[in-house]
């Protein structure tokens, strides 16, 4: 078989994968005109596409450790090894997750359109840099610039500083998408907007390696924002931050502060509301859970994968290949049943569909713990990718706007997307400190305790009680739903 159709193959199955979704997918009639949709497909499209470009921008660090780990800094360690990565992806994780105290209140002030612009804006800048600091690196060698003797805290602040800016996508998403769908349709459009969000992790990864394969490791970097530069022009002329701003009658979306008259409120009376309903709050701790568990796959299976390849011969396997295709599909397969099960089955209930999925992720850690130097080890971590973006795109992206309200969206959703990526900080300090050291040879290849699959056993197991605790707290809002503050209204025409 020739060889540009090997790599035809994986693109033409996510194309097949998202044609099908997107013909097949249910809707749910609230009454909305013809002209509204279509202006509503014409403000959510590029949104989510530069949300898509966002992630690229965002999971290119781990595509930039296959090239900086080849790389020896110096005493046979590479430039950035296990722990090395763990802790710069734990520094930006970190400063994501606490940028909501000052992201969620600006961008209920300011606007989802604010924030989307701010936020691809300074991860376009970000990415800039980061490139020119791989190019410089390159051309100079290690051991003779600045960057190479601190190339660990370099990179923690550059990459913490573009996580920031990386923040302001997810409250810009939901901030915007709020005023335009009613609460029962949410859950299908949680769906639609999961495929887009999915084909930012498929850039990321197999695009990525593609760009690093072909064009090299500084535009990793450069693709992104080169990327982010083109829909941040489109933005600026298509995206609005609600129907009345594009010609069209606000409608009654039904969420909790659908009918709410009253002023905004300030933002410490906002996050003392937040921080006091029960339901967003133990919703934040299912999504702390969801973080641990959805970057631990994503990020270490790829790693796992490539150092213990001399052992298992995982690096050549068909999932290790087309990763970023195949979590991109799981996430689509995810997102798609989460949300239409919630509301055609559970009459827009997230919380079934999140115990359901946790169920799935339990049973598939516990298996992974026994099967993880198998060949099964591919496929099931793409099961478990497709049961906890299910469960991240059902809450993040649709209960926060349902519990939080068109008003006060901004605010909840950073409460949520905040645990999200704490879980996250905290898996890659748990991982940086107990997956097995990476070491260099003279000639360059890998050797040390991380080349054994025996030393990985505590990737699967970390996951087990995550797992757990997810799946009890999902238990807690089963019958939870929003309650509007007052009457309801025509939809928008």
């Known amino acids: 078989?020739?060889?540009?159709?090997?790599?035809?193959?994986?693109?033409?199955?996510?194309?097949?994968?998202?044609?099908?979704?997107?013909?097949?997918?249910?809707?749910?009639?609230?009454?909305?005109?013809?002209?509204?949709?279509?202006?509503?497909?014409?403000?959510?499209?590029?949104?989510?596409?530069?949300?898509?470009?966002?992630?690229?921008?965002?999971?290119?660090?781990?595509?930039?450790?296959?090239?900086?780990?080849?790389?020896?800094?110096?005493?046979?360690?590479?430039?950035?090894?296990?722990?090395?990565?763990?802790?710069?992806?734990?520094?930006?994780?970190?400063?994501?997750?606490?940028?909501?105290?000052?992201?969620?209140?600006?961008?209920?002030?300011?606007?989802?359109?604010?924030?989307?612009?701010?936020?691809a804006s300074g991860a376009l800048v970000m990415n800039a840099i980061m490139g020119l600091a791989s190019l410089s690196l390159l051309r100079h060698g290690p051991g003779s610039v600045f960057l190479a003797d601190n190339f660990v805290p370099v990179f923690s602040i550059l990459y913490a500083a573009n996580m920031y800016f990386q923040s302001f996508g997810a409250v810009a998403i939901v901030k915007i998408n709020a005023p335009w769908f009613h609460v029962r349709e949410r859950g299908v459009f949680g769906a639609i907007f999961g495929i887009l969000i999915s084909l930012g992790i498929y850039f990321a990864f197999d695009l990525g390696g593609m760009i690093l394969k072909g064009m090299g490791l500084v535009w990793v970097f450069f693709m992104p924002a080169l990327l982010l530069g083109i829909f941040l022009v489109i933005d600026i002329f298509v995206v609005r931050n609600r129907p009345g701003d594009a010609g069209f009658e606000d409608f009654h979306t039904g969420d909790a502060s659908a009918g709410d008259k009253g002023p905004q409120l300030k933002a410490v009376a906002v996050f003392k509301l937040m921080l006091r309903n029960p339901i967003v709050m133990t919703i934040a701790g299912i999504e702390f859970c969801s973080g641990f568990l959805r970057q631990a796959i994503m990020q270490w299976y790829g790693s796992f994968a490539k150092q213990t390849d001399a052992i298992l011969g995982l690096k050549s396997s068909f999932v290790?290949?087309?990763?970023?295709?195949?979590?991109?599909?799981?996430?689509?397969?995810?997102?798609?049943?989460?949300?239409?099960?919630?509301?055609?089955?559970?009459?827009?209930?997230?919380?079934?569909?999140?115990?359901?999925?946790?169920?799935?992720?339990?049973?598939?850690?516990?298996?992974?713990?026994?099967?993880?130097?198998?060949?099964?080890?591919?496929?099931?971590?793409?099961?478990?990718?497709?049961?906890?973006?299910?469960?991240?795109?059902?809450?993040?992206?649709?209960?926060?706007?349902?519990?939080?309200?068109?008003?006060?969206?901004?605010?909840?959703?950073?409460?949520?997307?905040?645990?999200?990526?704490?879980?996250?900080?905290?898996?890659?300090?748990?991982?940086?400190?107990?997956?097995?050291?990476?070491?260099?040879?003279?000639?360059?290849?890998?050797?040390?305790?991380?080349?054994?699959?025996?030393?990985?056993?505590?990737?699967?197991?970390?996951?087990?009680?995550?797992?757990?605790?997810?799946?009890?707290?999902?238990?807690?809002?089963?019958?939870?739903?929003p309650k509007p503050k007052g009457p309801k209204a025509e939809s928008a025409g």
């Open 1 to 119: 078989m020739p060889e540009w159709l090997n790599e035809f193959i994986p693109v033409l199955i996510l194309l097949v994968v998202v044609v099908g979704v997107f013909y097949r997918l249910p809707s749910v009639d609230v009454g909305h005109g013809k002209a509204f949709k279509r202006r509503r497909i014409w403000n959510w499209l590029p949104l989510g596409l530069t949300y898509a470009f966002l992630y690229m921008g965002r999971y290119n660090l781990k595509v930039s450790q296959y090239a900086f780990e080849e790389i020896s800094g110096g005493d046979g360690n590479p430039l950035m090894g296990n722990a090395d990565f763990g802790l710069i992806f734990m520094w930006g994780t970190i400063v994501y997750g606490i940028s909501f105290l000052i992201n969620g209140p600006l961008t209920d002030r300011m606007g989802g359109r604010f924030s989307i612009l701010t936020g």
């Open 320 to 481: 290790n290949e087309n990763w970023g295709m195949l979590l991109c599909v799981a996430g689509i397969t995810g997102g798609v049943m989460a949300g239409t099960i919630s509301d055609h089955l559970f009459q827009s209930r997230r919380g079934p569909v999140a115990g359901f999925l946790y169920g799935v992720m339990l049973v598939s850690a516990i298996v992974l713990t026994f099967t993880y130097t198998t060949p099964i080890v591919g496929w099931l971590v793409v099961i478990m990718s497709m049961a906890v973006i299910g469960v991240h795109g059902m809450l993040s992206g649709t209960a926060s706007m349902d519990f939080g309200g068109s008003k006060n969206v901004g605010i909840a959703v950073g409460i949520i997307d905040g645990f999200v990526y704490l879980g996250t900080a905290f898996m890659s300090g748990i991982y940086s400190i107990l997956l097995p050291k990476l070491q260099l040879d003279e000639a360059g290849h890998f050797t040390g305790p991380a080349t054994e699959p025996s030393n990985w056993q505590a990737w699967p197991i970390s996951m087990i009680p995550m797992a757990v605790i997810g799946l009890l707290l999902a238990s807690r809002v089963w019958n939870a739903k």
